[in-house]
């Protein structure tokens, strides 16, 4: 019993350090949203140019035959990021953990988000994205890692997930990658 409180205790200590960064600071506001809502499609966009890019692909005398080529890298990183999302949607079904912003009041989010938050949706995406990356490309896929940090800190900030929903998110997307390579391999 006192694992479970000092976990409920740390989980929303954690979460009100990043939740207090918001509504103080009008470009703090901005740029919350900015990484929390709109940064993950340019993640997205990035990391598919750099999947086309990094193999030549548009230097090519014939760009289509090596897109053919190399059309596996570029499916296998976006599948595996999309299967780790609809996982993370069925076990929001399942697990049915609030949102902050429901559980508390006080709590006022800086961008509107529906359904259950455990585990988000966004870290899940993201960290199987940069795991996938990482499993191909180490050094990029560091910086993928960054990002995926990035844009769930930012959704802690924002009010919409507990630093659990971000984590678990983390472990799953991560678990997912790995599990995809390990697949693989075999």
């Not at 009100?16 to 009008?26: C, G, M, P, V, W």
């Not at 929001?92 to 006080?106: E, N, Q, S, T, Y």
């Not at 900030?157 to 659990?164: F, K, L, Q, S, T």
Request: aromatic fraction near 18%; glycine fraction near 6%; avoid cysteine.
């Amino acid at each position: 019993m006192i694992l479970f409180w000092y976990n409920v205790f740390m989980n929303n200590s954690i979460f009100f350090f990043f939740y207090d960064l918001a509504h103080k600071s009008e470009l703090v506001d901005k740029f919350i949203i900015l990484a929390a809502v709109y940064f993950p499609y340019i993640v997205i966009i990035i990391a598919g140019l750099f999947l086309l890019f990094h193999h030549e692909v548009f230097k090519a005398e014939s760009p289509y035959t090596v897109f053919l080529q190399k059309k596996k890298e570029i499916l296998l990183v976006f599948i595996t990021s999309g299967a780790a999302w609809v996982i993370s949607k069925i076990l929001k079904v399942l697990i049915h953990i609030d949102r902050p912003f429901v559980a508390m009041p006080d709590v006022i989010p800086l961008f509107p988000e529906t359904g259950f938050a455990f585990p988000s949706g966004h870290a899940t995406f993201f960290m199987a994205l940069a795991f996938s990356i990482l499993f191909l490309h180490k050094r990029v896929g560091y910086i993928f890692i960054g990002f995926a940090i990035l844009i769930g800190l930012a959704r802690i900030a924002g009010g919409v997930h507990y630093p659990v929903d971000i984590l678990g998110g983390f472990v799953l997307g991560a678990l997912v990658a790995y599990s995809v390579k390990k697949y693989r391999m075999a």
